[in-house]
């Protein structure tokens, strides 16, 4: 072990069943850090351009920080090549998963191949076994865990799974852990299918890795642990711990920054609905956190009467607000049957949200007939055919086998105008804030609309691994908890960087990711300006309410598009610079690049 870091990733060959192991580069390290950029990095070394991303080749790297398993720090990364975009694809979470493998000796995982029948890894340790999952095939989640930990025979035991979503090949399928943990976003779950592979199962007694300056690195985690107790801190925490994020319902609502009805408007009067205070506390059960996180933002609860009745699950903002203000759904426990039903059968209730909302959008202009949608009256808020829908995209029944293949695939097929409302970038929905409020960041994210939006500061927390809810637990002497975190670092690793160190760290890995994707043709759209754009929705004036006539013109967004392109030193294409890339010391992608045509 190396301050910090365990020293090693497991390989995975699911093909011929072998297990390895290989050492990070510390010289790497130091530059990318971990978590997200060292991932990309692997992605790209390890993997041919053009590769199709169900195929064999493609790999799924689950990656820990160099802070990982610490105050705050519960987070874990997934990469592999997007089988919605064709592009990068990666994820986060939250939980206890990634600490575990940090406590196992890991820094990361890297699977490949393709295993013949379904199988499940578990790793104790230095005990690393692939094991039968033909029995798991076909449970949900929630099951799958429990039947895991049963098998081994230990409840302690951390799992991440799929559920049939990415058992059907769903592009929005998702890896769930603890019930609730998704990594959502860009269909790893998918990835996870094609492998033949239904969970990982992670137990560590290692303990974390020795640290640089222990009594500065405990000072660091005793200071945020008393200012996590302090009157000061419990009234800031106090909303989040009480409602959980899905408390933005509202307060979203109440600027103009709501996305209801397929982001037609951004406020509705009915919202106090599905995101009141009162609402949230009348199916309340608990409040819980991640591993070492006093900030306890899940908030989970029951269905206690009617048709849903003893459904279990946590809503969080962008999941909730995409399942429900998008489609006009507004009943609470319906939110939570919802949500709830994404968990059980591993689906990004963020992005299936949104296909939902453009197919209640195509059914009202005619585009889809009753007769299309198998019989579904799909009208604005009709929450049993939404679910009905929702059901029929997992198993890939009837109309859900087109839509289960995501933007990118399934607008070509349907036509007839249909692109101009689809609320999406390069194949990925939008997260839960209007196009307004966002400006250009859903379109020129690396991995397409997603709500966390590609900046140095993204790529630094998603390498370091850090929550930034739990920045808000910054002791005292700090200004922002992103210097606290830097802080914990170099008390960790030794390093001593500043934090202008740290924003080159972000600013090579958001650079890498374009790179990646320009190298894979940037899905098809050259040059990546074709592809970092709107559909023509996202520049209407809003409709409704206090978010009426908020408009972000073409003009408006064309002109933020260039000035992100020229800040980061990519050309008015979008490709960035040879200058750029050596400055990233990125000099490697540059060959690869060339063969695209990227800067002809």
């Known amino acids: 072990?190396?301050?910090?870091?365990?020293?090693?990733?497991?390989?995975?060959?699911?093909?011929?069943?072998?297990?390895?192991?290989?050492?990070?580069?510390?010289?790497?390290?130091?530059?990318?850090?971990?978590?997200?950029?060292?991932?990309?990095?692997?992605?790209?070394?390890?993997?041919?351009?053009?590769?199709?991303?169900?195929?064999?080749?493609?790999?799924?790297?689950?990656?820990?920080?160099?802070?990982?398993?610490?105050?705050g720090t519960s987070r874990g990364t997934v990469v592999f090549k997007s089988p919605l975009t064709d592009l990068i694809g990666h994820s986060e979470s939250g939980g206890h998963w990634s600490s575990e493998l940090k406590f196992a000796g890991y820094d990361g995982i890297v699977l490949s191949g393709k295993a013949e029948k379904p199988v499940y890894l578990n790793v104790k340790d230095d005990h690393v076994e692939i094991r039968d999952a033909k029995n798991l095939w076909g449970k949900p989640t929630s099951q799958t865990e429990q039947d895991i930990k049963e098998e081994l025979n230990d409840p302690f035991a951390q799992v991440v799974s799929i559920g049939p979503a990415g058992e059907h090949l769903c592009g929005e399928a998702c890896i769930i852990h603890a019930g609730f943990h998704a990594f959502a976003r860009t269909?790893?779950?998918?990835?996870?299918?094609?492998?033949?592979?239904?969970?990982?199962?992670?137990?560590?007694?290692?303990?974390?890795?020795?640290?640089?300056?222990p009594e500065k690195c405990s000072g660091l985690l005793s200071s945020t642990a008393t200012y996590a107790k302090s009157?000061?801190?419990?009234?800031?925490?106090?909303?989040?711990?009480?409602?959980?994020?899905?408390?933005?319902?509202?307060?979203?609502?109440?600027?103009?920054?709501?996305?209801?009805?397929?982001?037609?408007?951004?406020?509705?009067?009915?919202?106090?609905?599905?995101?009141?205070?009162?609402?949230?506390?009348?199916?309340?059960?608990?409040?819980?956190?991640?591993?070492?996180?006093?900030?306890?933002c899940l908030h989970q609860g029951v269905v206690r009467s009617g048709q849903f009745a003893g459904t279990y699950g946590q809503a969080d903002w962008d999941s909730s607000a995409n399942l429900t203000?998008?489609?006009?759904?507004?009943?609470?426990?319906?939110l939570l049957y919802l949500n709830a039903l994404c968990d059980d059968y591993g689906i990004d209730a963020e992005g299936?949200?949104?296909?939902?909302?453009?197919?209640?959008?195509?059914?009202?202009?005619?585009?889809?007939?009753?007769?299309?949608?198998?019989?579904?009256?799909?009208?604005?808020?009709?929450?049993?055919?939404?679910?009905?829908?929702?059901?029929?995209?997992?198993?890939?029944?009837?109309?859900?086998?087109?839509?289960?293949?995501?933007?990118?695939?399934?607008?070509?097929?349907?036509?007839?105008?249909?692109?101009?409302?689809?609320?999406?970038?390069?194949?990925?929905?939008?997260?839960?804030?209007?196009?307004?409020?966002?400006?250009?960041?859903?379109?020129?994210?690396?991995?397409?609309?997603?709500?966390?939006?590609?900046?140095?500061?993204?790529?630094?927390?998603?390498?370091?691994?850090?929550?930034?809810?739990?920045?808000?637990?910054?002791p005292e002497g700090f200004k922002s908890?992103?210097?606290?975190?830097?802080?914990?670092?170099?008390?960790?690793?030794?390093?001593?960087?500043?934090?202008?160190?740290?924003?080159?760290?972000?600013?090579?890995?958001?650079?890498?990711?374009?790179?990646?994707?320009?190298?894979?043709?940037?899905?098809?759209?050259?040059?990546?300006?074709?592809?970092?754009?709107y559909p023509e929705k996202a520049h209407h004036a809003l409709t409704y309410g206090k978010g009426k006539d908020k408009e972000y013109t073409r003009e408006t967004f064309l002109a933020d598009r260039a000035q992100y392109y020229s800040s980061l030193g990519f050309d008015e294409k979008g490709v960035p610079t040879k200058e750029t890339l050596k400055k990233h010391g990125l000099d490697f992608t540059i060959q690869d690049l060339e063969k695209t045509g990227a800067w002809s």
């Open 1 to 71: 072990m190396v301050n910090g870091y365990a020293g090693r990733y497991l390989d995975v060959n699911l093909t011929d069943n072998s297990v390895k192991t290989f050492p990070v580069d510390m010289n790497l390290a130091q530059k990318m850090i971990g978590g997200l950029t060292y991932g990309l990095y692997l992605l790209w070394k390890k993997t041919k351009p053009g590769m199709n991303p169900l195929s064999q080749e493609n790999l799924l790297i689950f990656s820990t920080g160099p802070i990982s398993g610490l105050v």
């Open 187 to 213: 269909g790893g779950g998918c990835v996870m299918g094609s492998k033949n592979l239904k969970a990982i199962a992670i137990r560590g007694t290692k303990g974390f890795p020795t640290v640089a300056d």
């Open 231 to 296: 009157d000061t801190m419990r009234n800031s925490l106090w909303g989040m711990t009480t409602f959980g994020t899905q408390s933005s319902q509202v307060g979203s609502a109440d600027i103009g920054r709501g996305i209801f009805k397929n982001f037609e408007e951004g406020d509705n009067a009915k919202v106090t609905q599905i995101g009141s205070p009162r609402q949230m506390r009348r199916n309340r059960v608990l409040d819980s956190s991640c591993f070492l996180c006093p900030t306890a």
């Open 325 to 334: 203000q998008q489609c006009m759904m507004l009943d609470p426990d319906g």
């Open 352 to 474: 299936v949200g949104g296909v939902m909302a453009w197919t209640m959008e195509c059914y009202e202009k005619g585009i889809f007939t009753k007769k299309d949608l198998d019989g579904l009256d799909l009208t604005w808020g009709n929450l049993n055919a939404e679910a009905k829908l929702l059901w029929k995209i997992i198993h890939r029944e009837g109309i859900g086998n087109l839509l289960a293949d995501g933007f990118k695939h399934f607008l070509p097929r349907v036509g007839k105008g249909s692109e101009k409302f689809a609320m999406q970038c390069k194949g990925v929905g939008f997260g839960g804030y209007q196009p307004w409020l966002f400006r250009e960041r859903y379109a020129v994210n690396n991995i397409g609309g997603h709500h966390n939006f590609d900046s140095q500061s993204s790529y630094v927390s998603d390498s370091l691994l850090y929550c930034i809810f739990a920045g808000r637990l910054m």
């Open 481 to 533: 908890g992103v210097d606290y975190y830097y802080a914990l670092f170099n008390a960790v690793t030794g390093w001593n960087f500043s934090a202008e160190d740290f924003e080159k760290f972000g600013l090579m890995g958001l650079t890498l990711g374009r790179a990646y994707n320009i190298r894979e043709g940037y899905g098809g759209v050259m040059p990546p300006s074709n592809a970092d754009i």
